[in-house]
């Protein structure tokens, strides 16, 4: 199952509405063109609704940290939305659930970015 990306935009923050799998290959290549192309429109701000999200593996966690990277480099915020428990327990496996800002409710996390 491949993972799919729908884009909103709300108050000035672009919301990536993620599904499937971030895996070794298309789930983890969708995810950082969507991310850069988000960068190279100057749209900084971004959210990442991963309510859908099933799986992640060492690929997924390597794109989410290098997305996070990118996004900060470019003078923006990345924050995470919803996280399934699967997802949740991973990132405080791998201690990550500390580098990255993540919010249950979208319109806290909305507010949460600095305009």
């Known amino acids: 199952m491949s993972m799919t990306v729908a884009t909103r935009q709300v108050d000035g923050v672009t919301i990536l509405d ?4 971030i895996t070794l290959g298309e789930g983890s290549v969708t995810l950082r063109d969507s991310v850069r192309d988000l960068l190279a429109k ?12 099933d799986y ?8 989410l940290v290098s997305a ?3 996004v900060k ?14 997802v949740h327990d991973l990132l405080q496996i ?3 659930y500390t580098v990255f800002d993540v919010r249950d409710d979208e319109a806290h996390a909305i507010s949460a970015f600095t305009n």
């Open 18 to 21: 993620l599904s499937g799998r």
């Open 42 to 53: 100057g749209q900084k701000n971004i959210l990442l609704n991963l309510s859908e999200i």
């Open 94 to 96: 791998t201690k990550l």
């Open 56 to 63: 992640i593996d060492s690929s997924g966690i390597g794109e």
């Open 73 to 86: 480099s470019a003078g923006g915020e990345l924050k995470l939305l919803n996280l399934t428990k699967k």
């Open 68 to 70: 996070f990277t990118a």
